[in-house]
């Protein structure tokens, strides 16, 4: 129980300093600290990652950043293909999933060292330039809604959900470039949009965990409550650290990670 409420700590402080994609670090964590299998810390690490979102996600409704049709229709694809991920990691031998969790991780790593290498740290993220599929109308402040744009938003909430479900890890390092990438919106709304639509993903996965299959609540309720305790403690120590060092020891972290991982099922 010391170790998961420790783990869950060092959890809640990444997620406090990075964002929801630190979660993505919760599953390794609970693998390597416990040695639990990555179906049987997926469905854990979602349940904390989804408390996490489900805070950040009333914050911007509370505020209005949410655009709450954008990630209802996501977060909707999602959660119907969630549970089909999760039944696919009980078919998929442990091995070739943690190799599979170790690309991600890679890709993950990747994209971060390019927005550190080239000063597009989300938080400095402005509207894309391009013409995207989903523009807001000037009027409203709404979205254009249209063929073209459902179709991204579908699409993009059906690999976040596959994802959620197959490995435990929130989604949130597809939906929030999608939403940049596609999409007109600012930082302030894409952070909360995502959060919203990380925490009904989560959610879905974690009441699927639950039926499909034993979840472990002797672990999983320690896990959480250390890393709700992370994420009180690291927002109090956030805004004092540089943003752009923090992302580059989260992409060498995540590489470090990755590494392990290969090495332990292979070498």
């Known amino acids: 129980m010391l170790i998961s409420v420790g783990l869950g700590l060092i959890v809640g402080i990444i997620l406090a300093l990075t964002g929801a994609g630190g979660g993505i670090l919760a599953v390794p964590l609970l693998i390597f600290g416990l040695g639990l299998r990555v179906s049987e810390a997926g469905p854990i690490s979602l349940l904390a990652i989804g408390m996490a979102a489900i805070l950040g996600a009333v914050l911007g409704l509370k505020a209005g950043t949410v655009r709450y049709k954008a990630a209802l229709l996501m977060a909707g694809t999602g959660m119907l293909f969630s549970p089909l991920g999760i039944l696919l990691a009980k078919q998929i031998d442990n091995k070739w999933l943690s190799i599979i969790f170790a690309i991600v991780l890679i890709v993950v790593s990747f994209q971060t060292f390019r927005k550190v290498r080239g000063r597009q740290l989300l938080v400095n993220v402005q509207p894309v330039s391009h013409n995207p599929p989903c523009v807001l109308d000037t009027n409203s402040g ?21 994802m959620t479900g197959l490995l435990g890890v929130g989604g949130g390092f597809v939906i929030v470039p999608a939403l940049q990438h596609y999409t007109s919106l600012a930082v302030l709304s894409i952070i909360p949009t995502s959060l919203a639509v990380i925490a009904l993903v989560s959610m879905t996965g974690v009441v699927s965990s639950v039926l ?56």
């Open 142 to 162: 709404k979205f254009i809604w249209t063929v073209r744009c459902a179709r991204v938003m579908v699409l993009s909430g059906a690999v976040a959900g596959l």
């Open 212 to 267: 499909v299959d034993s979840f472990n609540w002797l672990i999983a309720i320690p896990f959480c409550a250390g890393a709700l305790s992370g994420m009180i403690g690291g927002r109090l120590i956030s805004s004092k650290l540089a943003g752009s060092q923090l992302q580059y020891s989260f992409a060498v972290i995540s590489a470090l990670v990755a590494v392990g991982m290969i090495y332990k099922h292979f070498l």
